[in-house]
Protein backbone atom coordinates (compact mmCIF):
# COMPACT_ATOMS: atom_id res chain seq x y z
CA UNK A 1 0.00 0.00 0.00
CA UNK A 2 1.59 3.42 -0.83
CA UNK A 3 -0.37 6.15 0.98
CA UNK A 4 1.04 9.18 2.42
CA UNK A 5 4.26 9.70 4.35
CA UNK A 6 4.58 9.84 7.66
CA UNK A 7 4.89 13.68 8.39
CA UNK A 8 2.36 14.04 5.95
CA UNK A 9 0.01 12.02 7.93
CA UNK A 10 1.46 13.92 10.97
CA UNK A 11 0.37 17.47 9.71
CA UNK A 12 -3.30 15.79 9.12
CA UNK A 13 -3.55 14.62 12.55
CA UNK A 14 -2.83 18.17 14.23
CA UNK A 15 -5.94 19.77 12.25
CA UNK A 16 -8.44 17.41 14.09
CA UNK A 17 -6.47 16.83 17.57
CA UNK A 18 -5.25 13.60 19.18
CA UNK A 19 -8.26 10.77 19.12
CA UNK A 20 -9.25 12.09 16.11
CA UNK A 21 -6.85 11.06 13.49
CA UNK A 22 -7.11 6.97 13.06
CA UNK A 23 -4.27 4.98 11.86
CA UNK A 24 -4.28 1.42 13.59
CA UNK A 25 -5.97 -1.20 11.14
CA UNK A 26 -8.68 -2.29 13.58
CA UNK A 27 -9.93 1.28 14.16
CA UNK A 28 -9.18 2.11 10.13
CA UNK A 29 -11.06 -1.24 9.51
CA UNK A 30 -14.99 -0.24 9.42
CA UNK A 31 -14.19 2.77 7.06
CA UNK A 32 -12.95 0.66 4.24
CA UNK A 33 -16.61 -1.21 3.18
CA UNK A 34 -20.32 -0.77 3.13
CA UNK A 35 -23.21 -2.47 4.05
CA UNK A 36 -23.31 -4.75 1.19
CA UNK A 37 -19.33 -5.54 1.42
CA UNK A 38 -19.18 -4.84 -2.86
CA UNK A 39 -15.68 -3.12 -2.34
CA UNK A 40 -13.16 -3.33 0.38
CA UNK A 41 -10.52 -0.48 0.78
CA UNK A 42 -7.45 0.86 2.14
CA UNK A 43 -6.41 3.75 3.65
CA UNK A 44 -3.54 5.00 5.79
CA UNK A 45 -5.43 8.01 7.98
CA UNK A 46 -9.42 8.41 8.72
CA UNK A 47 -9.89 11.96 9.99
CA UNK A 48 -12.81 13.37 12.07
CA UNK A 49 -12.94 17.01 11.90
CA UNK A 50 -15.36 18.54 14.66
CA UNK A 51 -16.20 21.63 12.88
CA UNK A 52 -16.27 23.19 9.33
CA UNK A 53 -12.84 25.29 10.19
CA UNK A 54 -11.38 21.93 10.63
CA UNK A 55 -12.43 20.18 7.42
CA UNK A 56 -11.33 23.63 5.61
CA UNK A 57 -7.91 22.93 6.80
CA UNK A 58 -8.04 19.44 6.00
CA UNK A 59 -9.00 20.20 2.40
CA UNK A 60 -6.20 22.93 1.91
CA UNK A 61 -3.73 20.92 2.89
CA UNK A 62 -5.21 18.10 0.65
CA UNK A 63 -4.89 20.47 -2.13
CA UNK A 64 -1.78 21.58 -1.27
CA UNK A 65 -0.56 18.28 -1.56
CA UNK A 66 -2.38 16.76 -3.96
CA UNK A 67 -4.25 13.73 -1.65
CA UNK A 68 -7.17 12.30 -2.51
CA UNK A 69 -9.90 12.42 0.04
CA UNK A 70 -12.72 10.37 0.15
CA UNK A 71 -16.06 11.64 2.27
CA UNK A 72 -17.64 9.58 4.67
CA UNK A 73 -20.73 10.12 6.41
CA UNK A 74 -22.97 6.97 7.87
CA UNK A 75 -21.40 4.38 5.25
CA UNK A 76 -24.42 2.73 4.41
CA UNK A 77 -24.19 3.50 0.64
CA UNK A 78 -24.54 0.01 -1.44
CA UNK A 79 -22.66 1.34 -4.27
CA UNK A 80 -18.91 2.16 -3.24
CA UNK A 81 -19.32 5.84 -3.04
CA UNK A 82 -17.86 6.29 0.53
CA UNK A 83 -14.76 3.34 0.29
CA UNK A 84 -11.01 4.72 -0.29
CA UNK A 85 -9.79 2.97 -3.54
CA UNK A 86 -7.74 -0.46 -2.83
CA UNK A 87 -3.98 1.53 -3.64
CA UNK A 88 -3.84 3.44 -0.06
CA UNK A 89 -3.99 6.46 -1.75
CA UNK A 90 -6.64 8.23 -0.58
CA UNK A 91 -7.61 9.03 3.38
CA UNK A 92 -10.98 9.06 4.54
CA UNK A 93 -12.71 12.25 5.88
CA UNK A 94 -15.58 11.42 8.36
CA UNK A 95 -17.95 13.63 9.55
CA UNK A 96 -19.40 11.48 12.26
CA UNK A 97 -18.58 14.39 14.96
CA UNK A 98 -20.65 17.15 13.07
CA UNK A 99 -23.48 16.70 14.59
CA UNK A 100 -25.04 19.66 15.59
CA UNK A 101 -28.94 20.62 15.33
CA UNK A 102 -27.56 24.47 14.75
CA UNK A 103 -31.34 26.37 14.58
CA UNK A 104 -34.89 25.28 14.38
CA UNK A 105 -36.99 28.02 12.76
CA UNK A 106 -40.75 26.95 13.41
CA UNK A 107 -42.32 29.66 12.06
CA UNK A 108 -39.91 29.12 8.81
CA UNK A 109 -40.21 25.71 8.90
CA UNK A 110 -36.55 25.05 8.16
CA UNK A 111 -33.83 23.65 10.80
CA UNK A 112 -30.27 24.34 10.09
CA UNK A 113 -28.19 21.23 10.50
CA UNK A 114 -24.66 20.05 10.34
CA UNK A 115 -23.86 17.38 8.03
CA UNK A 116 -23.25 14.30 10.31
CA UNK A 117 -25.90 14.49 11.87
CA UNK A 118 -28.15 11.11 12.08
CA UNK A 119 -30.91 11.44 10.12
CA UNK A 120 -32.96 9.63 13.00
CA UNK A 121 -31.78 12.38 15.25
CA UNK A 122 -33.11 15.12 12.39
CA UNK A 123 -36.36 13.32 12.64
CA UNK A 124 -36.19 13.48 16.84
CA UNK A 125 -35.20 17.21 16.73
CA UNK A 126 -38.02 18.27 14.25
CA UNK A 127 -40.81 16.03 16.11
CA UNK A 128 -39.48 17.32 19.31
CA UNK A 129 -40.42 21.05 17.98
CA UNK A 130 -44.07 19.98 16.75
CA UNK A 131 -42.77 19.97 13.63
CA UNK A 132 -42.08 16.83 10.74
CA UNK A 133 -38.87 16.30 8.70
CA UNK A 134 -39.98 13.63 6.51
CA UNK A 135 -37.29 11.85 4.94
CA UNK A 136 -37.42 8.63 6.03
CA UNK A 137 -34.80 5.21 5.09
CA UNK A 138 -34.60 1.39 6.55
CA UNK A 139 -31.08 2.68 7.41
CA UNK A 140 -32.17 6.01 9.07
CA UNK A 141 -31.01 5.00 12.47
CA UNK A 142 -27.14 5.31 11.04
CA UNK A 143 -27.49 7.18 7.63
CA UNK A 144 -26.33 11.14 7.99
CA UNK A 145 -27.60 14.08 6.45
CA UNK A 146 -24.47 14.79 4.58
CA UNK A 147 -24.86 11.50 2.77
CA UNK A 148 -27.99 11.78 2.57
CA UNK A 149 -27.83 14.75 0.48
CA UNK A 150 -24.90 13.61 -1.31
CA UNK A 151 -27.12 10.72 -2.96
CA UNK A 152 -30.56 12.58 -2.94
CA UNK A 153 -31.28 9.82 -1.07
CA UNK A 154 -35.14 8.91 -1.83
CA UNK A 155 -36.57 6.34 0.50
CA UNK A 156 -40.54 5.92 1.41
CA UNK A 157 -42.07 9.39 1.70
CA UNK A 158 -40.77 10.67 -1.55
CA UNK A 159 -44.36 10.37 -3.03
CA UNK A 160 -45.58 13.09 -0.84
CA UNK A 161 -42.63 15.05 0.07
CA UNK A 162 -39.88 14.67 -2.62
CA UNK A 163 -36.67 13.63 -2.16
CA UNK A 164 -34.14 15.12 -0.44
CA UNK A 165 -33.36 17.78 -3.20
CA UNK A 166 -36.80 18.70 -2.79
CA UNK A 167 -35.91 18.95 1.04
CA UNK A 168 -33.35 21.30 1.16
CA UNK A 169 -33.35 24.77 0.55
CA UNK A 170 -29.15 25.60 1.22
CA UNK A 171 -26.00 24.16 1.91
CA UNK A 172 -22.81 24.74 3.67
CA UNK A 173 -19.68 23.00 1.44
CA UNK A 174 -16.32 23.27 1.65
CA UNK A 175 -14.69 23.11 -1.64
CA UNK A 176 -11.62 20.60 -2.63
CA UNK A 177 -9.54 23.87 -2.96
CA UNK A 178 -10.41 24.56 0.58
CA UNK A 179 -12.29 27.27 -0.27
CA UNK A 180 -16.13 27.56 1.85
CA UNK A 181 -19.59 28.26 -0.02
CA UNK A 182 -21.88 29.06 2.18
CA UNK A 183 -25.26 28.73 0.63
CA UNK A 184 -27.35 28.16 4.03
CA UNK A 185 -30.48 29.98 2.69
CA UNK A 186 -33.64 29.61 3.84
CA UNK A 187 -35.50 31.24 1.03
CA UNK A 188 -38.23 29.75 -0.32
CA UNK A 189 -37.71 32.03 -3.28
CA UNK A 190 -34.29 32.83 -4.54
CA UNK A 191 -33.47 33.23 -7.99
CA UNK A 192 -30.04 34.75 -8.11
CA UNK A 193 -27.87 33.17 -10.91
CA UNK A 194 -27.15 29.33 -10.72
CA UNK A 195 -28.52 27.14 -8.30
CA UNK A 196 -24.79 25.41 -6.64
CA UNK A 197 -27.28 23.77 -4.61
CA UNK A 198 -28.22 21.69 -6.51
CA UNK A 199 -24.87 21.00 -8.09
CA UNK A 200 -23.68 19.22 -5.06
CA UNK A 201 -27.29 17.32 -4.25
CA UNK A 202 -26.54 14.28 -5.49
CA UNK A 203 -23.37 14.51 -6.64
CA UNK A 204 -21.53 11.78 -4.08
CA UNK A 205 -19.11 13.88 -2.82
CA UNK A 206 -17.14 14.42 -6.08
CA UNK A 207 -17.17 18.19 -5.74
CA UNK A 208 -16.77 18.84 -2.06
CA UNK A 209 -17.82 18.09 1.45
CA UNK A 210 -21.28 19.22 2.62
CA UNK A 211 -20.50 20.22 6.25
CA UNK A 212 -23.91 21.97 6.93
CA UNK A 213 -27.79 21.95 5.40
CA UNK A 214 -31.17 23.95 5.57
CA UNK A 215 -33.76 20.97 5.58
CA UNK A 216 -37.54 21.53 5.14
CA UNK A 217 -39.85 21.19 7.79
CA UNK A 218 -43.64 20.32 7.73
CA UNK A 219 -46.45 20.66 10.66
CA UNK A 220 -46.58 17.04 12.08
CA UNK A 221 -49.49 15.30 10.73
CA UNK A 222 -52.55 14.35 12.99
CA UNK A 223 -54.17 11.29 11.26
CA UNK A 224 -51.91 8.57 10.42
CA UNK A 225 -52.99 5.19 9.13
CA UNK A 226 -51.91 2.61 7.12
CA UNK A 227 -53.20 -0.55 5.14
CA UNK A 228 -51.64 -4.16 4.26
CA UNK A 229 -53.49 -5.51 1.23
CA UNK A 230 -52.61 -8.74 -0.64
CA UNK A 231 -52.81 -8.23 -4.78
CA UNK A 232 -53.21 -10.35 -7.61
CA UNK A 233 -50.74 -8.68 -9.72
CA UNK A 234 -48.90 -5.77 -10.40
CA UNK A 235 -51.61 -4.23 -12.46
CA UNK A 236 -54.33 -4.85 -9.83
CA UNK A 237 -51.74 -2.88 -7.16
CA UNK A 238 -51.58 -0.27 -10.33
CA UNK A 239 -54.97 0.02 -10.30
CA UNK A 240 -54.91 0.33 -6.27
CA UNK A 241 -52.67 2.92 -6.40
CA UNK A 242 -54.52 5.00 -8.98
CA UNK A 243 -57.67 4.27 -7.29
CA UNK A 244 -55.75 5.43 -3.53
CA UNK A 245 -54.15 8.48 -5.22
CA UNK A 246 -57.68 9.83 -6.55
CA UNK A 247 -59.65 8.94 -3.14
CA UNK A 248 -56.26 10.13 -1.01
CA UNK A 249 -55.19 13.19 -3.17
CA UNK A 250 -51.90 14.89 -0.91
CA UNK A 251 -53.04 12.12 2.54
CA UNK A 252 -51.46 9.29 0.15
CA UNK A 253 -47.66 9.30 2.02
CA UNK A 254 -46.75 6.24 0.97
CA UNK A 255 -47.45 3.23 -1.67
CA UNK A 256 -45.18 0.17 -1.63
CA UNK A 257 -45.18 -2.87 -3.85
CA UNK A 258 -43.60 -6.36 -2.49
CA UNK A 259 -43.49 -9.75 -4.31
CA UNK A 260 -44.48 -12.60 -2.40
CA UNK A 261 -40.81 -14.08 -2.97
CA UNK A 262 -39.66 -10.95 -0.98
CA UNK A 263 -42.23 -11.07 1.98
CA UNK A 264 -41.73 -14.54 2.62
CA UNK A 265 -38.15 -14.23 2.98
CA UNK A 266 -38.77 -11.10 5.57
CA UNK A 267 -41.14 -13.44 7.66
CA UNK A 268 -38.62 -16.11 7.76
CA UNK A 269 -35.76 -14.17 8.39
CA UNK A 270 -36.82 -10.82 10.40
CA UNK A 271 -37.65 -11.40 14.17
CA UNK A 272 -41.31 -10.92 15.25
CA UNK A 273 -42.42 -10.74 11.71
CA UNK A 274 -45.77 -12.13 10.94
CA UNK A 275 -48.06 -12.06 8.06
CA UNK A 276 -51.05 -10.06 8.91
CA UNK A 277 -53.42 -11.74 7.05
CA UNK A 278 -54.97 -15.02 6.41
CA UNK A 279 -53.45 -16.85 3.51
CA UNK A 280 -50.28 -15.66 1.05
CA UNK A 281 -51.03 -13.61 -1.76
CA UNK A 282 -48.94 -13.18 -5.09
CA UNK A 283 -48.09 -9.57 -4.50
CA UNK A 284 -48.33 -7.30 -1.67
CA UNK A 285 -48.93 -3.50 -0.76
CA UNK A 286 -48.70 -1.18 1.93
CA UNK A 287 -51.15 1.94 1.74
CA UNK A 288 -49.79 5.00 4.36
CA UNK A 289 -51.65 8.20 4.51
CA UNK A 290 -51.08 11.06 6.99
CA UNK A 291 -54.08 13.58 7.48
CA UNK A 292 -53.70 17.46 8.89
CA UNK A 293 -57.03 17.28 10.62
CA UNK A 294 -57.43 13.98 13.00
CA UNK A 295 -56.52 10.32 13.45
CA UNK A 296 -60.43 9.51 12.75
CA UNK A 297 -60.21 10.94 9.30
CA UNK A 298 -57.24 9.23 8.25
CA UNK A 299 -58.95 6.19 9.82
CA UNK A 300 -62.18 6.81 7.34
CA UNK A 301 -59.90 7.47 4.52
CA UNK A 302 -58.18 3.97 4.41
CA UNK A 303 -61.86 2.44 5.37
CA UNK A 304 -63.22 4.04 2.31
CA UNK A 305 -60.30 3.52 0.11
CA UNK A 306 -59.94 -0.48 1.46
CA UNK A 307 -64.02 -0.54 1.07
CA UNK A 308 -64.16 0.24 -2.83
CA UNK A 309 -60.53 -1.55 -3.82
CA UNK A 310 -62.87 -4.66 -2.68
CA UNK A 311 -65.72 -3.88 -4.49
CA UNK A 312 -63.81 -3.20 -7.78
CA UNK A 313 -61.99 -6.07 -7.36
CA UNK A 314 -58.75 -4.90 -7.00
CA UNK A 315 -57.79 -6.69 -3.11
CA UNK A 316 -58.44 -9.57 -2.39
CA UNK A 317 -57.33 -9.31 1.41
CA UNK A 318 -56.20 -6.61 3.81
CA UNK A 319 -55.85 -5.51 7.20
CA UNK A 320 -55.35 -1.90 8.56
CA UNK A 321 -53.28 -1.22 11.44
CA UNK A 322 -55.00 -0.79 14.75
CA UNK A 323 -52.05 1.32 16.88
CA UNK A 324 -49.25 3.37 16.16
CA UNK A 325 -46.97 -0.06 17.63
CA UNK A 326 -49.11 -2.13 14.14
CA UNK A 327 -48.20 0.69 12.06
CA UNK A 328 -45.08 0.52 13.02
CA UNK A 329 -44.53 -3.61 13.04
CA UNK A 330 -46.03 -3.48 9.00
CA UNK A 331 -43.22 -0.53 8.22
CA UNK A 332 -40.59 -2.59 9.61
CA UNK A 333 -41.04 -5.46 7.86
CA UNK A 334 -40.94 -3.75 4.44
CA UNK A 335 -37.70 -1.85 5.55
CA UNK A 336 -35.96 -5.12 6.56
CA UNK A 337 -36.70 -6.47 2.87
CA UNK A 338 -33.50 -5.97 1.50
CA UNK A 339 -31.72 -7.47 5.20
CA UNK A 340 -33.40 -10.52 5.31
CA UNK A 341 -32.49 -11.88 1.63
CA UNK A 342 -28.77 -12.24 2.95
CA UNK A 343 -29.50 -15.57 4.79
CA UNK A 344 -30.68 -17.19 1.33
CA UNK A 345 -27.51 -16.87 -0.08
CA UNK A 346 -26.50 -14.58 -2.83
CA UNK A 347 -28.34 -11.49 -3.79
CA UNK A 348 -27.53 -9.55 -7.21
CA UNK A 349 -29.37 -6.22 -6.50
CA UNK A 350 -30.67 -3.48 -9.13
CA UNK A 351 -32.23 -0.33 -7.65
CA UNK A 352 -33.87 0.83 -10.82
CA UNK A 353 -37.19 3.52 -11.61
CA UNK A 354 -39.66 3.22 -14.56
CA UNK A 355 -42.42 5.32 -15.08
CA UNK A 356 -44.96 3.99 -12.97
CA UNK A 357 -47.56 2.98 -15.62
CA UNK A 358 -44.61 1.16 -17.10
CA UNK A 359 -44.01 -1.37 -13.38
CA UNK A 360 -45.94 -4.12 -14.24
CA UNK A 361 -44.66 -4.39 -17.79
CA UNK A 362 -41.26 -4.18 -16.35
CA UNK A 363 -41.72 -6.16 -13.76
CA UNK A 364 -42.85 -8.93 -15.79
CA UNK A 365 -40.56 -8.47 -18.88
CA UNK A 366 -38.07 -8.49 -16.79
CA UNK A 367 -39.15 -11.42 -14.92
CA UNK A 368 -39.11 -13.56 -17.92
CA UNK A 369 -35.37 -12.79 -19.13
CA UNK A 370 -34.06 -13.22 -15.91
CA UNK A 371 -35.40 -16.91 -15.60
CA UNK A 372 -34.93 -17.47 -19.02
CA UNK A 373 -30.79 -16.69 -17.76
CA UNK A 374 -30.86 -17.91 -14.64
CA UNK A 375 -33.28 -21.03 -13.96
CA UNK A 376 -34.35 -21.34 -10.39
CA UNK A 377 -33.52 -17.58 -9.67
CA UNK A 378 -35.95 -16.34 -6.92
CA UNK A 379 -36.67 -12.53 -7.52
CA UNK A 380 -37.23 -10.62 -4.94
CA UNK A 381 -38.56 -7.56 -6.34
CA UNK A 382 -40.09 -4.50 -4.25
CA UNK A 383 -40.54 -0.59 -4.03
CA UNK A 384 -42.35 2.45 -4.16
CA UNK A 385 -44.44 2.18 -6.47
CA UNK A 386 -45.60 5.76 -5.96
CA UNK A 387 -42.72 7.05 -7.45
CA UNK A 388 -41.34 4.00 -10.29
CA UNK A 389 -38.17 3.00 -7.74
CA UNK A 390 -37.85 -0.96 -7.73
CA UNK A 391 -35.26 -2.70 -6.14
CA UNK A 392 -35.12 -5.69 -8.28
CA UNK A 393 -32.90 -8.08 -6.01
CA UNK A 394 -32.28 -11.74 -7.28
CA UNK A 395 -31.87 -14.29 -4.53
CA UNK A 396 -29.24 -17.10 -6.10
CA UNK A 397 -31.11 -20.70 -6.61
CA UNK A 398 -31.27 -22.70 -3.92
CA UNK A 399 -28.20 -25.26 -3.49
CA UNK A 400 -26.63 -22.74 -6.05
CA UNK A 401 -22.94 -21.75 -5.29
CA UNK A 402 -22.77 -18.39 -3.95
CA UNK A 403 -19.34 -17.26 -6.01
CA UNK A 404 -20.41 -18.68 -9.23
CA UNK A 405 -24.05 -16.43 -8.77
CA UNK A 406 -22.63 -13.56 -8.03
CA UNK A 407 -19.81 -13.68 -10.73
CA UNK A 408 -22.96 -13.41 -13.14
CA UNK A 409 -24.05 -9.51 -11.73
CA UNK A 410 -22.79 -7.87 -14.56
CA UNK A 411 -24.02 -9.89 -16.88
CA UNK A 412 -28.03 -9.78 -14.97
CA UNK A 413 -27.46 -5.83 -14.38
CA UNK A 414 -27.08 -5.62 -18.43
CA UNK A 415 -30.10 -7.69 -18.86
CA UNK A 416 -32.46 -5.99 -16.17
CA UNK A 417 -31.33 -2.54 -16.86
CA UNK A 418 -31.53 -3.01 -20.81
CA UNK A 419 -35.28 -3.37 -20.01
CA UNK A 420 -35.72 -0.45 -17.69
CA UNK A 421 -33.34 1.99 -20.09
CA UNK A 422 -35.96 0.42 -22.92
CA UNK A 423 -39.25 1.85 -20.51
CA UNK A 424 -37.14 5.44 -20.38
CA UNK A 425 -36.13 4.35 -17.08
CA UNK A 426 -33.14 4.85 -15.15
CA UNK A 427 -30.54 1.93 -13.56
CA UNK A 428 -30.39 4.29 -10.27
CA UNK A 429 -33.42 5.54 -8.57
CA UNK A 430 -31.76 6.42 -5.26
CA UNK A 431 -28.73 4.77 -4.48
CA UNK A 432 -26.02 6.51 -6.77
CA UNK A 433 -23.66 5.39 -8.60
CA UNK A 434 -20.33 5.56 -7.30
CA UNK A 435 -18.24 2.70 -8.22
CA UNK A 436 -20.36 0.11 -8.86
CA UNK A 437 -22.47 1.86 -11.99
CA UNK A 438 -20.02 4.41 -13.05
CA UNK A 439 -18.64 2.90 -16.38
CA UNK A 440 -22.82 1.96 -17.03
CA UNK A 441 -23.39 5.28 -16.69
CA UNK A 442 -20.43 6.48 -19.26
CA UNK A 443 -22.29 4.25 -22.16
CA UNK A 444 -25.58 4.98 -21.64
CA UNK A 445 -25.80 8.44 -20.95
CA UNK A 446 -25.00 10.92 -24.30
CA UNK A 447 -21.25 11.57 -24.80
CA UNK A 448 -22.19 15.58 -24.23
CA UNK A 449 -23.95 14.60 -20.41
CA UNK A 450 -20.70 12.91 -19.94
CA UNK A 451 -18.38 15.49 -20.49
CA UNK A 452 -20.30 18.59 -19.25
CA UNK A 453 -20.00 16.42 -16.19
CA UNK A 454 -15.89 16.17 -16.35
CA UNK A 455 -16.33 19.85 -17.14
CA UNK A 456 -18.06 20.61 -13.89
CA UNK A 457 -15.74 18.14 -11.75
CA UNK A 458 -12.57 20.05 -13.27
CA UNK A 459 -13.80 23.62 -12.05
CA UNK A 460 -14.61 22.63 -8.84
CA UNK A 461 -11.90 19.75 -8.09
CA UNK A 462 -8.85 21.27 -10.46
CA UNK A 463 -6.66 18.54 -9.04
CA UNK A 464 -8.77 15.57 -8.83
CA UNK A 465 -8.68 14.51 -5.15
CA UNK A 466 -12.68 14.85 -4.68
CA UNK A 467 -13.44 11.19 -4.06
CA UNK A 468 -11.74 10.35 -7.25
CA UNK A 469 -12.96 7.01 -9.17
CA UNK A 470 -16.48 7.92 -8.08
CA UNK A 471 -19.40 8.96 -10.61
CA UNK A 472 -16.85 9.43 -13.25
CA UNK A 473 -13.51 7.77 -14.00
CA UNK A 474 -10.11 9.62 -12.90
Same mark, same amino acid.
Given at each position: ?????????? @????????????? &???????????? @????????????????????????????????????????????????? =??????????????? =? $??????????????????? !?? *??? *??????????????????????????????????? !?????????????????????? %???? /????? %?????? @?? #????????????????????? @?????????????????? #???? %??????????????? #???????????????????????????????????????????????????? *??????????? $??? /?????????????????????????????????? /???????????? !????????????????????????????????????????????????????????? /?????????? #?? =?? &??????????????????????????? %??????? *?
Amino acid at each position: MTGPEKDLIA @RFAEIVGPGHALT &EPQDIAPYLTET @RGLYHGATALVLKPGTTEEVVAIMTLASETKTPVVPASGRTGHVGGAVP =REEGTDIVLSLERMT =R $IRKIDTAGNFMVVDGGVIL !AE *AQK *AAADNDRLFPLSLGSEGSARIGGNLATNAGGTAVL !AYGNMRNLCLGLEVVLPTGEVW %NGLR /SLKKD %NTGYDL @RD #LFIGAEGTLGVITGAVLKLFP @RPKGHQVAFAGVASPEKA #LDLF %NLAANCCASALTGFE #LMAHMAFAFTIKHTEGARDPLSSPHPWYTLIDVSTSDSQQSADDMITGLLEE *AFERGLVEDAV $IAK /SEAEIAELWHMRETMSEAQKPEGGSIKHDVSVPV /SSVPAFLHEADA !AVMAAVPGARICAFGHLGDGNIHYNISQPEGADKPAFLARWGEVNAIVHAIVLAHGG /SISAEHGIGR #LK =RD &ELARIREPIEIELMRRIKKAFDPAGIM %NPDKVLK *A
